[in-house]
């Protein structure tokens, strides 16, 4: 069956670090991966979105990276931030069209320590 | 824009009640997602819709009805609540942007209990 894995622990680094996160997944084909961040008490917000030909992918202080072959994604955040501290999901769609739908995985928890 | 917008955002049902979690979203997307997230688990795909009058199911769709007669709105039915609806539910929206993929758009959740 279809498996998305994050790590379950949450990760604490230290403010100005840089935070990696890891998204596995086993019996699954993603056209598109994303990330989003969830707060507590609230929805989550989209981040970044990776095409399964793209290997890499940036936005400001966020590098996503796909590898396909390996089956997996990392959610880099570079000079982290105490108001980084969130949990991060990341979500495989398979499909090429309107009508496919989202799989996400547990998520991350990241906490920056000023 | 107000986005996608949730009503109760609480609410506690007895069991064996219904009720209906109203979500509404003004950006003319024409998919809307029904999520439901447990303690430390990831969102669960309840049911999908890809316009109006289109539904389809997801994951876990037992205990649980949608209907979607206008592209703004998505009403979630539960009918006979069990305790094992306990959990908080998100209604989200997307559009299709071709190669760019769609990214989805959430409400701010109800955090329901049932006792």
């Known amino acids: 069956s279809q498996k998305i894995e994050q790590n379950s622990e949450a990760l604490n680094i230290q403010e100005g670090k840089t935070a990696t996160l890891t998204c596995n997944y086993t019996?699954?084909?993603?056209?598109?991966l994303q990330w989003y961040r969830q707060d507590p008490g609230r929805g989550p917000v989209f981040l970044l979105l990776i095409r399964e030909n793209e290997k890499e992918k940036r936005k400001e202080r966020l590098k996503v990276t796909f590898d396909t072959t390996l089956k997996q994604s990392l959610f880099h955040i570079t000079a982290s931030q105490p108001a980084d501290s969130a949990t991060y999901l990341c979500a495989l769609d398979s499909g090429n069209s309107g009508y496919s739908t989202l799989t996400f995985g547990k998520g991350t928890m990241l906490l920056v320590s000023p | 824009n107000a986005g996608v917008t949730q009503t109760p955002k609480f609410r506690i049902l007895k069991i064996g009640q219904s009720m209906t979690l109203q979500c509404t979203q003004d950006?003319?997307?024409?998919?809307m997602y029904w999520y439901r997230q447990d303690p430390g688990m990831g969102l669960k795909l309840i049911y999908y819709?890809?316009?109006?009058?289109?539904?389809d199911k997801g994951e876990v769709p037992n205990g649980y009805n949608v209907s979607r007669s206008t592209t703004e709105d998505f009403p979630l039915r539960l009918e006979l609540a069990a305790p094992s609806q306990t959990s908080v539910y998100f209604c989200a929206s997307s559009y299709w942007a071709g190669e760019l993929g769609k990214e989805q758009f959430f409400g701010p959740g109800t955090r329901l209990t049932v006792l």
């Open positions: 950006m003319n997307h024409n998919y």
């Open positions: 819709s890809v316009g109006a009058g289109i539904t």
């Open positions: 019996n699954y084909s993603p056209a598109y």
